[in-house]
């Protein structure tokens, strides 16, 4: 279910007790949110006349005809009390994100916020691996969008990596394509949370590892591994390699 945002208002009185004092009087509103950051806002600008961001501890009274509420942090401390109170529930509240398409359990709205792609009704998360774009595909199995990335080509895989692994898909195309620098072994691709990279078939005796960044492979270097153009430009898949600016054109 949503979190929920509790919302009150009314003429109060708000007193901010920590490094100074101070009380201001007026007619405000004053949110809690799902965190328990505490904003009292006024009529005039956007910033709050007070605020207390994630305490410790927060206590809200009330009788019906007013409302007190009190949030603890450390030695700081905000009350608001209302002399009249006007309103007072609580709402259901989600994040905001851009939206990517359709959750197929619930057909909640799927947005992509913080690097993830999330469901607002069902709350159901998928992380994303980095440099991935979500796109309008829609995966024949089981109906969450599917995503574009680049691991030496373009990618288009499953939102969720357990329906349509992205080692899988990298593994079938760049598994033992390069050899090893170090050895006379090849590359397998191997996995970790998240990410792909790849690792000399001879380890634990040869420790040679590289990460496949995200981008698509153009060219080969005189080393013999590929050259890749990622978003900070072109460079071979050896940060290290003193050869890497003499990549083969072509």
């Given at each position: 279910?949503?979190?929920r945002?509790?919302?009150?208002?009314?003429?109060?009185?708000?007193?901010?007790?920590g490094d100074r004092?101070?009380?201001?009087r007026?007619?405000?509103?004053?949110?809690?949110?799902?965190?328990?950051?505490t904003?009292?806002?006024d009529?005039d600008?956007?910033?709050?006349?007070?605020?207390?961001?994630r305490?410790?501890s927060?206590?809200?009274?009330?009788?019906?005809?007013?409302?007190?509420?009190?949030?603890?942090?450390?030695?700081?401390?905000?009350?608001?009390?209302?002399?009249e109170?006007?309103?007072?529930?609580?709402?259901?509240?989600?994040?905001?994100?851009?939206?990517?398409?359709?959750?197929?359990?619930?057909?909640g709205?799927?947005?992509?916020?913080?690097?993830?792609?999330?469901?607002?009704?069902?709350?159901?998360?998928?992380g994303?691996?980095a440099?991935?774009?979500?796109?309008?595909?829609?995966?024949?199995?089981?109906g969450?969008?599917?995503?574009?990335?680049?691991?030496?080509?373009?990618?288009?895989?499953?939102?969720?990596?357990?329906c349509?692994?992205?080692?899988?898909?990298?593994?079938?195309?760049?598994?033992?394509?390069?050899?090893?620098p170090?050895?006379?072994?090849?590359?397998?691709?191997?996995?970790?949370?998240?990410r792909?990279?790849?690792?000399?078939?001879?380890?634990?005796?040869?420790?040679?590892?590289?990460?496949?960044?995200?981008?698509?492979?153009?060219d080969?270097?005189?080393?013999?591994?590929?050259?890749?153009?990622?978003a900070?430009g072109?460079g071979?898949?050896?940060?290290?390699?003193?050869?890497?600016g003499?990549?083969?054109?072509?």
């Amino acid at each position: 279910m949503p979190e929920r945002l509790r919302v009150f208002a009314g003429d109060c009185r708000v007193t901010e007790r920590g490094d100074r004092s101070r009380t201001h009087r007026g007619r405000v509103v004053v949110l809690i949110k799902p965190d328990d950051t505490t904003l009292v806002h006024d009529a005039d600008g956007y910033q709050p006349v007070a605020w207390l961001t994630r305490p410790d501890s927060v206590v809200v009274e009330g009788d019906g005809d007013g409302f007190s509420i009190t949030a603890r942090d450390g030695a700081r401390r905000l009350r608001v009390v209302a002399e009249e109170a006007t309103a007072g529930r609580a709402l259901p509240v989600t994040e905001a994100g851009l939206p990517v398409g359709t959750c197929p359990d619930d057909g909640g709205v799927l947005v992509r916020s913080r690097g993830d792609v999330a469901c607002l009704d069902c709350e159901s998360r998928w992380g994303l691996p980095a440099g991935a774009s979500v796109t309008d595909g829609v995966c024949d199995d089981c109906g969450l969008p599917k995503i574009r990335i680049e691991r030496g080509e373009p990618f288009h895989l499953c939102l969720d990596p357990t329906c349509d692994p992205m080692e899988d898909a990298v593994s079938d195309r760049f598994d033992r394509v390069w050899g090893c620098p170090d050895c006379e072994g090849d590359l397998t691709v191997q996995s970790a949370p998240g990410r792909v990279y790849l690792a000399c078939e001879n380890r634990p005796a040869c420790e040679t590892t590289f990460s496949i960044p995200s981008g698509v492979v153009v060219d080969e270097c005189d080393c013999g591994l590929p050259v890749f153009e990622t978003a900070a430009g072109r460079g071979c898949l050896d940060g290290s390699c003193e050869r890497e600016g003499h990549a083969a054109s072509g």
